[in-house]
Nanobody, 121 residues
Framework: RVQLTQSGGGSVQAGGSLRLSCMYS?????IAWFRQAPEKGRERVAR?????????VYADSVKGRFTMSRDIPNNTVYLQMNNLNPEDTAMYYC????????????????WGQGTQVTVSS
């Protein structure tokens, strides 16, 4: 099982930026960022999949504001979040699996510990 260790997050005012990090113990085919707002299900916000050359794919809700990237030597992926708004407030998780990426969080077995992002208006 891949181990995922997250860092980053915190509180910021609307319009601000934060960066999340997720260090993985070994590289899998798919690694993704999810978020879960209070009383809502987990939403995949970004992913990298080796099957398409690891081109980042984003949810419509974050497209143009969030950027997912990978630091290969350091086994780390990042989620740079710009122009944050209160609707981005959630617990953010990285998740990884071999094989294809899915939007369904039930398809992922390995998760980071989560990090809170709070955006105030």
């Amino acid at each position: 099982r891949v181990q995922l260790t997250q860092s980053g997050g915190g509180s910021v005012q609307a319009g601000g930026s934060l960066r999340l990090s997720c260090m993985y113990s070994y590289r899998t085919d798919c690694i993704a960022w999810f978020r879960q707002a209070p009383e809502k299900g987990r939403e995949r916000v970004a992913r990298l999949w080796s099957g398409d050359g690891s081109v980042p794919v984003y949810a419509d809700s974050v497209k143009g504001r969030f950027t997912m990237s990978r630091d290969i030597p350091n086994n780390t992926v990042y989620l740079q979040m710009n122009n944050l708004n209160p609707e981005d407030t959630a617990m953010y998780y990285c998740a990884a699996r071999d094989g294809r990426c899915y939007t369904d969080d039930q398809m992922y077995y390995d998760w980071g510990q989560g990090t809170q992002v709070t955006v105030s208006s």
